[in-house]
């Protein structure tokens, strides 16, 4: 497999009301790129939700007595901790310098996925409110006005339990099922594969990551082309959610 990455980074600062489609329209046409049939295209969250208008501003947020709590416990600004809290449905740990909880979505991350990076001053935006439905929506006018097949994915970036450092993980995908399940197919020694799941979504997203970056590099959309599985995992009715393992079943929350 001959997969390429490209990075667009003719999109511009995001305001409100912008059209996404139309911003990667128009960087594909600045830097001479042209879609391909099943090109893969994957979008820094922080774009949907400046774009959707999902952005807090900290300076009028008035903390809660829990958040204070907080705060004082994690070295966090009361502000963003209530923050926090509007984003979570539970508070699930508390440290010296982070707070995990679980989402509204259900994603398990720290700061409930609120970024207060590249944007404004006490602004900060959180996880956009569904990206599942902002990527199909997505997809669909890209594909409308390309005529061509797709896949669109919303990626994030999150750190993971016992290892130091972030990764690019995937919060909304269309197009493509974000689980490959590749039980019952052979290893090389002929042996059937048993229970093996792949989060193919999240390997696209940290493969997009390494062109996004963390800090100027000024690149929220990469296409990703020539993924041979594109076929076999294409699915416009499959949800992000299946990348979230049941409360029941984990073990860490017990």
């Known amino acids: 497999m001959n997969m390429k990455l490209f990075g667009l980074n003719e999109i511009p600062l995001v305001k409100k009301g912008d059209n996404i489609p139309d911003l990667i329209i128009s960087a594909l046409k600045k830097q001479n790129i042209n879609f391909k049939n099943q090109d893969i295209v994957l979008i820094a969250e922080t ?5 959707e208008g999902n952005i807090i501003n900290l300076k009028d947020i008035n903390p809660s007595e829990k958040a204070i709590s907080i705060a004082k416990k994690s070295k966090k600004d009361p502000a963003l901790v209530e923050a926090i809290l509007g984003e979570s449905n539970e508070i699930i740990a508390i440290g010296s310098d982070f707070i995990i909880s679980e989402t509204k979505h259900g994603f398990v991350c720290a700061n409930a996925g609120i970024d207060e990076s590249n944007v404004d001053e006490s602004l900060a935006t959180p996880l956009p409110k569904n990206p599942d439905k902002s990527a199909d929506e997505i997809r669909k006018s890209l594909e409308n006005h390309f005529e061509k097949e797709f896949a669109v994915i919303i990626t994030d970036t999150q750190g ?22 590749r039980a019952g197919e052979k290893d090389l020694y002929g042996r059937e594969l048993q229970t093996t799941e792949i989060a193919i979504a999240d390997e696209l997203a940290g493969a997009a990551s390494l062109l996004m970056g963390q800090a100027n590099e000024g690149i929220p959309v990469v296409i990703v082309r020539g993924f041979s599985s594109f076929n076999h995992l294409k699915n416009q009715n499959d949800e992000i959610f299946k990348l979230l393992r049941p409360k029941e079943f984990d073990v860490f929350r017990k």
């Open 47 to 51: 774009l949907i939700s400046k774009a």
């Open 160 to 181: 993971r339990a016992f290892r130091n450092g972030a990764v690019g993980v995937a919060i909304g995908c269309s197009g493509i099922s974000p689980i490959w399940e």
